[in-house]
């Protein structure tokens, strides 16, 4: 295969640099595994040079966890894999566990998806960086705690021996993925495998999570092998990218060819699904939707005036909504963007009547939503529907498919059964699908079809205002191209007001037609999508807008990026 | 090391005095409640009830008490007062640990049940520790020896203990260790040895239920997340279980041990029988054929204490297992909000 050639070139350093070992730092070579009979990679093959950085893209399924999962031999039981993976020149997917053994955490490092679940919630911290310090040839327990607390200083934590002592609930998303990076690299492996490191994370803290582990990946010159499902951060942070799609290679090469022109088809749709790349992909839906609602006269189907919403945890107020004020024109878009605790959630809950605000008022339609009792209410839901973030827990999964989308019929007694089943057909072929679902559950749906079944629910009723909650946060960038399609185009059709939440300001940018950035409960910006994204007035919307990750190394990511481009394109010169 | 950490942790925190002893407390007083509210159901329930001692033993014609002694004996036990007044004054026996005079025997019910009581408290433990013991082996065995030499055999060992009776096992072993091995003298039921035996009768059923908790929460937590990241930090099984996967695993266990302390009273009755040892199931066995409504008040009494005492001790084992829980105040949900005050804190210091 081409690939290996192509990406062994790419190590210099391992080549040039005299007294050092011959072998790439990791080579994957024909790697199949297999649960049971179903093979999930095919003849995969790649190289790492030392101190080089590659990135695995592709979809849920491609394969891209399983090939870490199969280099970290940490394959779940049943899985089975093949192939010749080695490790400075041994093959270590033959040795006893034994062997591997010293070579775990010493020499091979991981850094896992999701920090949450990745460090025993019962144990101090402190505990199980022991555990990686332990590795270190340190027999002194006093300096080997030392060495933690100034590895965790290192990666960016504040009050390390605060960080040391606190069980894992006790911090943020964030940190925990810096107490996570920290515990990898302070061991000092050659080889850092990140699996999906930032996709459980805030944008914000994404580019500060992506930034540390490439200054770490430069001062250290560990090898990165880097899993993503993001084209544009795959391009921004690695040398080399593989292109994966259901378990086998569709291109491999250097990141700037491969990102500039891709040559396979999958990866020339993986690049045009990326948002950051394409902000005016949907340009032509979006705004006939908004011509539409300029034409109706453009009254506000949604106004929020001054709303605020306190809450009491733990003894302290928190106040979760601060006066916050917007309105949506009707058959617009208007997203909330901030991220985890900036109120969005609040907001729509209040919006939604789920929880009363403390002062202000919310009119759907000319009705107020705030200050209703729960019947009142019922008549504003038939107008006012909901689609939640993840598709799948919000799908009851005993339920059919026709039962799910024609519930809300039979809630408010609409039409006879024929109508309704008709109703029921209708809708889903105006979300795109077919009629031979109707009788499958959730369990034989893929993500981006449950959520079209959830879209397709909310739409049932005919309402004139869905709420979407971070509708496609759960979804592949391709499937959620799917989605953004089929909300854009519904719009166009029927006039839908949307109120769009969501931490991606790139899917923002196609999607919707006017902006409130949320921070701390406080909307601290708010104006149309061109004007705010074009040029942005508060500090923190900047911020925002230069953590999307866009593709190009160098422009978003840290200045060294550059440097590294510019060396790059100096090689193949 | 660890409990170090936590009270750093704790004198962190000023405006919450160790939220530990707080809780303790709390629990402690609602023991107390309940134990008080238990006695108080069952004096009224009693009270209620047709039919009395004073008409079902006095009036026994053949006792042969004349009016004048029954009247006597009424206004000496106090039986002719209020309800309320009967009530203060055996909830305050009650509390001193005077139970009264067996019918039976005449001697204070106290100094009956303290006779017998070391020998079922012995038993008992010795019976709930034999079911840890041979319940974490078991989970230890699953988790660490390969299927193909046994480790897969090791997972039916809780059914079938489950499906035979104590009271068999206790048959089996004195015919296989009291008769044919003769390691101990069926007729000295109290030497070390037959307790021993005894212990093992009760405690392998018992083992059960707990190892069946135990293995599947220990399958549960090698499948999670944080597991694999520590084994990549080279941690091999046999660390991996002791330092990661017990302690989250045991939370349940505590659950099924609270729940199985009926069992393990009530086993050790029927072991006491089969293996013919004094204890309070013999005690309970005579005084219930004679009708000794004192003693089994006072056993019955002791039976709650016990309950609220063990779940009193799980309750307070929980927060030490699982640091997560909230010791004061409603439970809440993960807070984004709490989540991103920790978050606004960091700052990349190098970044």
């Known amino acids: 295969m081409a690939p290996q050639d192509g990406l062994t070139m790419l190590s210099p350093r391992a080549g040039s640099a005299p007294g050092r070992s011959p072998h790439p730092l990791l080579s994957v070579d024909g790697l199949s595994v297999a649960y049971g009979r179903q093979e999930v990679v095919r003849g995969v093959g790649f190289a790492i040079g030392r101190a080089e950085s590659l990135a695995l893209i592709g979809e849920s399924g491609s394969g891209k966890s399983t090939i870490a999962r199969a280099v970290l031999r940490l394959l779940p039981s049943g899985g089975h894999a093949t192939g010749r993976v080695a490790f400075d020149g041994q093959d270590v997917l033959g040795l006893p566990e034994r062997r591997f053994r010293p070579l775990r955490g010493r020499a091979i490092g991981f850094v896992p998806q999701d920090p949450g679940n990745a460090l025993n919630p019962v144990r101090t911290i402190g505990a199980q960086a022991e555990e990686a310090a332990a590795l270190l040839d340190e027999p002194d327990r006093a300096r080997r705690t030392r060495l933690i607390l100034d590895t965790f200083a290192e990666v960016g934590l504040d009050d390390p021996r605060r960080v040391y002592e606190s069980y894992p609930h006790q911090l943020s998303g964030g940190m925990l993925q810096r107490v996570l990076i920290g515990l990898a690299v302070l061991p000092r492996p050659a080889l850092l495998v990140a699996d999906e490191p930032t996709s459980a994370l805030d944008v914000t803290v994404q580019k500060r999570i992506l930034d540390l582990l490439s200054r770490l990946q430069q001062e250290r010159g560990i090898g990165l092998l880097l899993i993503t499902h993001d084209l544009a951060i795959a391009a921004e942070r690695a040398d080399a990218l593989v292109v994966l799609k259901d378990g086998t290679i569709q291109e491999a090469g250097r990141t700037a060819a491969v990102f500039a022109a891709p040559a396979s088809g999958y990866a020339r749709r993986l690049h045009a699904d990326v948002p950051s790349l394409h902000p005016d992909r949907y340009a032509g839906l979006r705004d006939a939707g908004l011509r539409r609602s300029q034409a109706g006269g453009g009254a506000p189907k949604i106004a929020v005036s001054a709303v605020s919403k306190t809450f009491t945890v733990d003894g302290r107020s928190l106040r979760a909504v601060d006066d916050v004020s917007f309105t949506v024109p009707a058959g617009t878009t208007h997203a909330l963007v901030g991220e985890s605790g900036s109120g969005k959630t609040t907001t729509i809950r209040l919006l939604l009547g789920l929880e009363q605000p403390d002062s202000g008022e919310i009119r759907v339609a000319g009705e107020p939503v705030t200050g209703r009792s729960h019947e009142a209410l019922r008549a504003v839901r038939r107008q006012l529907q909901l689609v939640y973030q993840n598709p799948f827990t919000s799908l009851d999964p005993t339920w059919k498919v026709e039962a799910l989308v024609r519930e809300p019929l039979d809630r408010f007694g609409i039409g006879t059964r024929r109508e309704r089943a008709d109703r029921v057909r209708a809708v889903l072929a105006d979300v795109g699908l077919g009629e031979h679902l109707l009788s499958r559950r959730p369990d034989a749906l893929s993500g981006g079809q449950r959520q079209r079944v959830a879209i397709a629910r909310s739409l049932v009723l005919k309402p004139d205002v869905i709420v979407l909650d971070e509708p496609t946060s759960a979804l592949d960038v391709s499937v959620q191209a799917g989605i953004v399609e089929v909300l854009l185009s519904l719009q166009a059709e029927l006039g839908l007001t949307y109120v769009f939440v969501s931490h991606d300001l790139a899917l923002v940018r196609q999607f919707a037609h006017t902006v409130s950035v949320m921070h701390r409960g406080r909307i601290v910006e708010h104006g149309t999508v061109p004007d705010l994204f074009g040029s942005p007035q508060h500090a923190y919307t900047a911020a925002l807008l230069d953590a999307i990750p866009s593709g190009a190394a160098g422009r978003a990511g840290a200045p060294h990026r550059r440097t590294r481009a510019a060396v790059g394109e100096a090689l193949t010169a | ?351």
């Open chain 2, 1 to 351: 090391m660890r409990p170090s950490h936590r009270m750093a942790a704790g004198q962190r925190n000023p405006d919450m005095r160790n939220p530990y002893l707080i809780y303790a407390a709390k629990r402690l007083l609602q023991a107390v409640a309940v134990i008080l509210l238990a006695y108080l159901f069952t004096f009224v329930v009693v009270s209620i009830l047709p039919g009395d001692p004073v008409t079902n033993v006095l009036r026994d014609p053949q006792n042969g008490f004349t009016e004048e002694q029954i009247q006597a004996i009424v206004a000496a036990q106090g039986l002719d007062q209020p309800i309320p007044v009967q009530l203060w004054t055996s909830l305050s026996h009650f509390l001193t640990g005077d139970f009264g005079l067996s019918m039976r025997s005449s001697r204070p019910v106290a100094t009956l049940i303290a006779e017998v009581l070391p020998s079922t408290l012995i038993l008992a433990s010795a019976g709930l520790a034999v079911a840890l013991v041979v319940a974490f082996a078991i989970a230890y065995g699953t988790q660490l020896v390969p299927t193909r030499f046994g480790g897969g055999a090791l997972r039916a060992l809780p059914s079938l203990f489950l499906s035979v009776p104590n009271f068999v096992i206790g048959l089996v072993l004195i015919h296989a260790f009291g008769f044919q091995l003769g390691l101990f003298r069926v007729i000295e039921p109290d030497s070390a040895w037959a307790t021993a035996f005894a212990a093992i009768a009760l405690g392998i059923p018992i083992s059960a239920q707990i190892a069946e908790v135990l293995i599947a929460n220990l399958d549960h937590e090698a499948r999670q997340d944080y597991a694999a990241v520590a084994r990549s930090r080279g941690l091999g099984q046999a660390r991996l279980f002791a330092r990661h996967l017990l302690k989250p695993s045991s939370l349940p266990v505590v659950t099924v041990i609270a729940l199985t302390v009926g069992e393990v009273l009530g086993g050790s009755l029927i072991t006491e029988a089969v293996f013919g040892r004094t204890g309070i199931g013999s005690l309970v066995q005579r005084s219930a054929a004679a009708q000794d409504l004192p003693v089994l008040q006072a056993v019955v009494a002791l039976a709650a204490l016990v309950f609220v005492l063990v779940n009193l001790v799980a309750d307070l084992v929980y927060p030490l297992l699982d640091p997560r829980l909230t010791l004061v105040g409603p439970p809440r949900r993960r807070a984004d909000t709490a989540d991103d005050t920790a978050a606004a804190d960091l700052r990349t210091v190098t970044g």
